[in-house]
């Protein structure tokens, strides 16, 4: 008798493997799925950690940035005493206070303009830099009453706008001059015409959003005051170029239009015009001859009528070196007190040179003496010694790398600039625009563009290349 015996059960050739393929399979999937999860832990740890840098960062810059305000409160009080101490000294006068001497300061102090002028020989205009731990932010200003206003050009009296629109004109001719990027006679009038047509008629741009202000005027309905001077920026003749401040070929110091023209200059909060129902202006229409850059007093008035010369002769007179006051004797009556210079943002003297500090020194310049009096009215009514609306530019700065001691030192304004724009580090650049105001017997200041983030950090207009 045969024995049945049950054949043992095969897979069929073609299903062999099957179980292990689909463990692997599972197991690939597995590894995406925590793959995936990694990923995102490790982006959302990333984003929190720039987020917190970024806010430290901000911190740092807002602590600077009121310490700055304070410094520039600060400046306008002391012009504030000089001004009450000459109104209230022998045969002073409180409505028309004399002008303090040259070099007028603290006891011991080297030779400075006057608390009541601004100019170049300010503790705020030397750029400085200080540290928050790791950040190091550095402090540059620059006042806007250096530059020229072009919401001139759209003054309600065609004749003073004409003149406006044609200072416009030979300032963008000149902010360039001598580089590759500058511009030519037409490229500078079709950016001029673009910037007025802007102002007196929004419409002539469709895609721009207009903003609606509570007090609008509907005579004035088609006339557009911008909020920032970047909004010109989204016009047609504009290139992103000519809002970057940057180096050419040989360290050339390439500058944006910004340096030259502004919107600032003209805050509009005061007594009201009469029958009018608007506050007035209480300025725009003249430029500090202690900062002016050589290419915007060149621009107020035609070489035709003014010889360019003069305003040559103004840039190098405040480039002389002024004598030092006399040394006064210290409290202690051992010898002179010895003086206190002021420093730069890497602890060099910086060397007293002269200022105007006031419009009748204008007379010291030859220049101005060949003039004759329609002529000098007419330099004097475009100009000033003072400035009340002020750039604030911080830029911080975090290392991405390491660094040694020695590669943190810098023997020129330029390393230090460069090494600003190197891109091996973590910067972010600020800016707040400030107008300076007396308020019953104390100063305030007013933020007219509290925080705006800027791409590119400005670079310091100089009268004259570094190295002399």
Do not use: C
Not at 114 to 139: K, L, Y
Not at 153 to 179: G, H, K, Q, S, W
Not at 270 to 279: F, I, K, L, V
Not at 367 to 391: A, M
């Amino acid at each position: 008798m045969r024995i049945l015996r049950r054949a043992p059960l095969r897979a069929a050739e073609e299903l062999r493997g099957a179980a292990l393929l689909m463990a692997f399979l599972v197991l690939i999937v597995l590894l995406a799925i925590v793959y995936q999860v990694h990923t995102v832990t490790q982006t959302d740890a990333r984003v929190t950690r720039n987020e917190i840098t970024r806010s430290t960062m901000d911190l740092a810059l807002q602590s600077v940035m009121l310490q700055v305000y304070e410094d520039l409160a600060e400046d306008a009080r002391a012009a504030q005493s000089d001004e009450e101490g000459a109104a209230g000294g022998p045969g002073g006068d409180a409505a028309t206070p004399e002008a303090p001497p040259v070099g007028a300061g603290e006891a011991g102090e080297l030779a400075r303009n006057p608390e009541t002028v601004d100019s170049m020989m300010d503790s705020w205009f030397a750029p400085q830099s200080t540290n928050f731990g790791d950040i190091q932010v550095r402090i540059f200003v620059r006042d806007e009453n250096s530059k020229y206003n072009v919401l001139n050009m759209i003054n309600p009296d065609e004749e003073v706008a004409e003149e406006a629109y044609n200072r416009v004109v030979r300032i963008l001719d000149n902010f360039r001059e001598e580089t590759d990027f500058d511009l030519t006679s037409t490229e500078a009038e079709e950016v001029a015409t673009a910037m007025q047509e802007y102002m007196q008629d929004r419409r002539t741009v469709a895609d721009i959003p207009r903003a609606t202000f509570l007090n609008g005027d509907e005579e004035l309905d088609d006339q557009v005051l911008p909020l920032t001077f970047r909004e010109f920026r989204l016009l047609e003749p504009f290139e992103d170029h000519m809002f970057m401040d940057f180096f050419g070929e040989d360290d050339e110091r390439i500058h944006g239009i910004e340096a030259f023209l502004t919107i600032y200059t003209a805050p509009a909060v005061g007594p009201e015009e009469a029958n009018s129902g608007r506050p007035s202006a209480t300025g725009g229409w003249t430029v500090n001859m202690n900062t002016a850059p050589l290419a915007v007093l060149a621009g107020l008035i035609d070489d035709r009528q003014i010889d360019f010369r003069l305003w040559d002769e103004i840039k190098e007179y405040r480039n002389e070196d002024e004598e030092p006051l006399e040394e006064e004797e210290s409290e202690d009556g051992l010898g002179p007190e010895e003086a206190e210079p002021m420093l730069d943002e890497f602890g060099e003297e910086i060397l007293p040179t002269k200022i105007f500090d006031s419009l009748d020194e204008l007379e010291e310049l030859f220049e101005f003496q060949d003039l004759d009096e329609e002529e000098k009215t007419t330099v004097r009514d475009l100009l000033r010694v003072d400035s009340d609306v002020f750039e604030i530019v911080l830029a911080a700065r975090i290392s991405t790398r390491a660094e040694t001691a020695d590669e943190m030192e810098f023997e020129s304004r330029t390393e230090r600039e460069k090494f600003f724009r190197s891109g091996e580090h973590l910067v972010r650049v600020v800016r707040s625009i400030v107008w300076r105001r007396e308020v019953e017997d104390d100063i305030e200041i007013v933020p007219l563009v509290p925080w705006e983030v800027l791409d590119n950090a400005p670079l310091q207009v100089l009268d004259k290349p570094e190295d002399e």
